[in-house]
């Protein structure tokens, strides 16, 4: 069926399994992830009717993509997949009661910032032996890694970086990207001098999505939580509040932003630059009524402090968690199958414009002949990080306590070292809870 990647028989084959005869499957216990056979919602593991639980079920442009995969594999493994799903922004509390009361089982889409909160309720498969052999690039399998075991297989794995307009850095006679945040900022206000409206930085300003600051924090060489220590209060994090502060008096950013009015503005060529996920470019220029957008649209690194800096961005994307007990061991397979075989990723790309997460997937033509998702992969994905408060249940109260501050300054109401300061103190409260 595929010619690299991992198909259906070679997602059995991986896990011990011969075609499909009972002494192949007898043999599973042996060669499963760890944790199989351990049925903690009370389920069969070795059950070929498992659950796949999603939030993209319940989107109406992610659910026919995602339902064909599930068909082809019923048909194939003459096997029962019940779909589930939960709005988005409900997901991670549904399914964390679900999960806590032994009611969700097989396979289970995670937002990778979520996977550490799932694995530390104890109830998720180890599947280190399935992913080290499966041809997942190095980012992609870190972004579903939680100390120090691989619960997620990636299934999509991108990251949040910069999107640049080039007709607009053409207007302004701007030929290259700036690479270095003394050249960002200089190109932002040469940019300022286009008029009619131009944002030059649609930068995040509003609490919901200021934890975008987090990559400038870095940028400036702020480790965050570094040692089990919150590091945010330092200097690296003051100065880089403090240039945030000043692109907003000089109006190279705007006040009062978030990602939907970054895309409107960029979608009206109001804003030159502004960050977004790589499923950015698709969103924005379907919203556009310039229809040429999408050709203009540019990945772009993260401007450095000092030259020869490593760029910095936010990892993004999916995983595919297993639970322990009914089904798990169809369940891993499935998922197996889903993330990696090429002709599967290929299509899903196809549909969705999500870059697949194996190096195979990545380089099918079907996938390589898209110069945006190609670039994007090769200058933001390939240094992207996640971030180190996802370990913890309380990083969404992190993520807005720090947004606050760092608003407080913008606004004028707290000083850049008073806000990092109870920034930081913030934080490492919450950590303490």
């Not at 937002?111 to 499966?134: E, S």
């Not at 509003?206 to 939580?225: H, N, R, S």
């Not at 379907?286 to 993260?302: I, W, Y």
Request: charged share 20%; proline share 4%; net charge neutral.
């Amino acid at each position: 069926m595929t010619t690299s990647g991992i198909s259906r028989r070679g997602a059995l084959r991986m896990l011990g399994i011969g075609a499909l005869g009972a002494a192949g499957v007898g043999a599973l216990g042996a060669c499963a992830p760890s944790g199989a056979g351990v049925a903690s919602n009370g389920g069969d593991p070795k059950s070929k009717n498992f659950d796949f639980t999603s939030w993209s079920l319940n989107e109406e442009a992610a659910k026919p993509s995602i339902e064909k995969i599930i068909a082809a594999w019923e048909k194939a493994e003459n096997s029962k997949i019940r779909a589930v799903s939960y709005p988005y922004n409900e997901y991670l509390s549904q399914l964390t009661l679900k999960l806590g009361g032994g009611e969700t089982t097989g396979a289970v889409h995670l937002d990778i910032a979520w996977l550490a909160a799932m694995a530390q309720m104890g109830k998720l498969v180890d599947l280190g032996p399935v992913a080290d052999k499966a041809g997942y690039t190095d980012v992609a399998l870190k972004s579903g890694v939680y100390d120090g075991k691989q619960y997620g297989l990636p299934w999509n794995t991108g990251s949040i970086g910069v999107i640049a307009n080039s007709k607009l850095l053409e207007k302004a006679g701007i030929k290259e990207h700036p690479a270095t945040v003394e050249e960002f900022e200089a190109g932002l206000r040469e940019l300022k001098g286009l008029g009619g409206g131009v944002v030059p930085y649609a930068a995040a300003t509003k609490v919901a999505q200021l934890k975008d600051i987090f990559p400038w924090m870095q940028t400036f060489g702020c480790e965050l939580y570094d040692g089990g220590k919150v590091t945010i209060g330092d200097d690296a994090s003051v100065d880089a509040v403090t240039w945030y502060k000043k692109l907003h008096d000089e109006k190279l950013i705007a006040a009062d932003v978030d990602r939907f009015d970054a895309r409107a503005l960029f979608g009206q060529g109001k804003a030159v630059f502004y960050d977004d996920a790589i499923i950015g470019k698709g969103v924005t220029s379907a919203q556009s009524k310039d229809k040429t957008l999408a050709d203009a649209m540019q990945p772009m690194e993260r401007p450095v402090l000092k030259a020869g800096d490593t760029p910095q961005a936010m990892l993004w994307g999916g995983v595919i968690a297993i639970v322990k007990g009914k089904g798990q061991d169809a369940a891993t397979r499935f998922a197996l199958h889903a993330t990696t075989d090429r002709a599967t990723t290929s299509e899903y790309f196809a549909a969705r414009a999500l870059p697949p997460s194996t190096t195979a997937g990545l380089a099918a033509p079907e996938v390589a002949k898209d110069t945006f998702t190609t670039e994007w992969t090769q200058k933001i994905t390939k240094t992207a990080t996640g971030s180190p408060f996802w370990q913890f249940a309380q990083s969404a109260q992190i993520d807005e306590a720090v947004a606050k501050q760092v608003q407080a300054v913008l606004v004028g109401t707290s000083k850049p070292k008073d806000a990092m300061k109870r920034a930081g103190e913030e934080v490492a409260a919450l950590i303490k809870r």
